[in-house]
């Protein structure tokens, strides 16, 4: 199995400062054939399912704010929020989709400091 | 609009079968994408279950193979899990998800469903 670890395990940061979690894979989850890396961020607020933010390490979804960003490759990845909205108080996940098992980090929560 | 909806017994005693059904809508579930169950035990983190491809090809965690089946009923557009011999352990919410365009990628999401196993 591809063990994803994030760091922090939660963070409290000031409304419209930035927000950074990073993500590190045992195993390179990039392609040198196709410079793909299969490497997701999620979203859950509390009550609801996980909401697919980035994919393919960089790749906004539609509808996505851009002030969510993601970058790396092989095995470090970050997820940034350039500033900071109350609305993006959550646990935020990583997920390699390389090979399976798919697997997940652990989580990070983001508050409001 | 791909829309996914869970169902099934929300309680299930140590030992049985757990069964879920995940009922899809606005996406036929044989038009190239695969089918995945995920699970998150209460305040904890996502654990892959399996996946199902449209061709009926299935893809186990393998921490949970021997005890799995994930299967397709494409007349009802419907996705399964079993989980036989259930302990405390499997407590959880289950959640599908649809795996974009053959890749582990979950873009959509069923609201999921707790499934507590007690006596």
């Known amino acids: 199995d591809i063990v994803m670890t994030q760091s922090p395990d939660s963070l409290a940061v000031s409304l419209g400062e930035r927000a950074t979690i990073n993500c590190k894979s045992r195993?390179?989850?990039?392609?040198?054939?196709?410079?793909?890396?299969?490497l997701a961020w999620y979203q859950q607020k509390p009550g609801h399912p996980p909401k697919l933010l980035i994919s393919?390490?960089?790749t906004r979804e539609s509808g996505v704010p851009d002030r969510f960003s993601g970058s790396g490759s092989g095995t470090d990845f970050t997820l940034t929020i350039s500033s900071l909205q109350a609305e993006d108080v959550a646990v935020y996940y990583c997920?390699?989709?390389?090979?399976?098992?798919?697997?997940f980090g652990q989580g990070t929560k983001v508050e409001i400091k | 609009q791909v829309q996914l909806q869970e169902s099934g017994p929300g309680l299930v005693k140590p030992s049985e079968t757990l069964s879920l059904t995940c009922s899809v809508s606005?996406?036929?579930?044989?038009?190239?994408?695969?089918w995945g169950w995920i699970r998150q035990p209460p305040g904890k983190g996502l654990e892959w279950i399996g996946s199902i491809y449209y061709t009926g090809s299935t893809f186990y965690n393998p921490s949970l193979t021997s005890r799995l089946t994930i299967s397709a009923d494409t007349s009802k557009n419907q996705v399964s899990l079993n989980l036989t011999s259930v302990t405390a352990a499997d407590t959880a919410i289950y959640y599908c998800a649809r795996g974009r365009t053959a890749t582990g990628l979950l873009d959509y999401w069923g609201q999921g469903t707790l499934v507590t196993v007690s006596s």
């Open positions: 997920q390699q989709y390389y090979s399976t098992p798919y697997t």
């Open positions: 195993r390179s989850v990039s392609y040198s054939s196709n410079s793909k890396s299969y």
């Open positions: 393919w390490a960089s």
């Open positions: 606005g996406y036929s579930i044989n038009s190239g994408s695969y």
